[in-house]
């Protein structure tokens, strides 16, 4: 069983910056990308960003590009989301995946996390 767990979320003020983390386990885990995705109260789960496993192609929203920067460490199965200039529309819980393809749409991802909250002050 493959199990994804997120961490670095909490509170933060206007401008400010988080990284997340995302480290995956499991005896047979394989992706081809790693991806976040986020979810505010009320609204639907949306894209935010995506990685291949070598590293070498990303993917954004257009509403996080330029303020939020993914990486990988394929070594550690480990993949991390930086983000900076926050604003409070960015709050959310954010959510790790693992799936077969770079994509935008949650149904290609395999393997998510639980969830980390994102709260960002005005």
């Known amino acids: 069983q493959v199990q994804l767990v997120e961490s670095g979320g909490g509170l933060v003020q206007a401008g400010g910056s988080l990284k997340l983390s995302c480290i995956a386990s499991?005896?047979?885990?394989?992706?081809?990308?790693m991806g976040w995705f986020r979810q505010a109260p009320g609204k639907e789960r949306e894209f935010v960003a995506a990685?291949?496993?070598?590293?070498?192609?990303?993917y954004y929203a257009d509403s996080v590009k330029g303020r939020f920067t993914i990486s990988v460490d394929n070594a550690k199965n480990t993949w991390s989301l930086q983000m900076n200039s926050l604003k409070p529309e960015d709050t959310a819980v954010y959510y790790c995946?693992?799936?077969?393809?770079?994509?935008?749409?949650?149904?290609?991802?395999?393997?998510w996390g639980q969830g980390t909250q994102v709260t960002v002050s005005s």
């Open positions: 995946a693992a799936g077969g393809g770079l994509g935008y749409k949650a149904g290609i991802y395999d393997y």
């Open positions: 990685i291949s496993w070598r590293g070498n192609s990303t």
């Open positions: 499991g005896r047979t885990f394989r992706s081809i990308a």
